[in-house]
């Protein structure tokens, strides 16, 4: 079992920047595939970000150049850092993993996520 804890949602204005963080615990598994999701309230949940243990990394079109997604092994924390934030990137923000995984370019990670955290709200204002 992995238990997923984000934190680092805030409120802040359109063109800010914020870094969620995402602390894992539990088993640890020598291949991985982590990723950031989210949704917006009357959305469907979105595939934002992921990185695989051997550091494939997968973007949305929406976020490719100002989000960037990094993972420090050492301390089993994902991290996500957004840049020149816009309000359509309010949403609750939630990791994930997906054991044994692996990043897919232009799709994300390629198995279904096993394990889930209760997510972090961001709100954008203009």
């Known amino acids: 079992q992995v238990q997923l804890v984000e934190s680092g949602g805030d409120s802040v204005r359109a063109g800010g920047s914020l870094r969620l963080s995402c602390v894992a615990s539990g088993s640890t598994y020598s291949q991985w595939c982590m990723a950031w999701f989210r949704q917006a309230p009357g959305k469907e949940r979105e595939g934002v970000a992921a990185i695989d243990s051997n550091g494939g990394t997968n973007y949305a079109d929406s976020v490719k150049w100002r989000f960037i997604v990094s993972r420090d092994n050492a301390e089993n924390t994902l991290f996500l850092q957004m840049n020149s934030l816009k309000p359509e990137d309010t949403a609750m923000y939630y990791c994930?993993?997906?054991?044994?995984?692996?990043?897919?370019?232009?799709?994300?990670?390629?198995?279904?996520?096993?394990?889930w955290g209760k997510g972090t709200l961001v709100t954008i204002s203009s």
């Open positions: 994930a993993e997906a054991v044994l995984g692996a990043v897919v370019v232009g799709h994300g990670c390629n198995y279904d996520m096993d394990y």
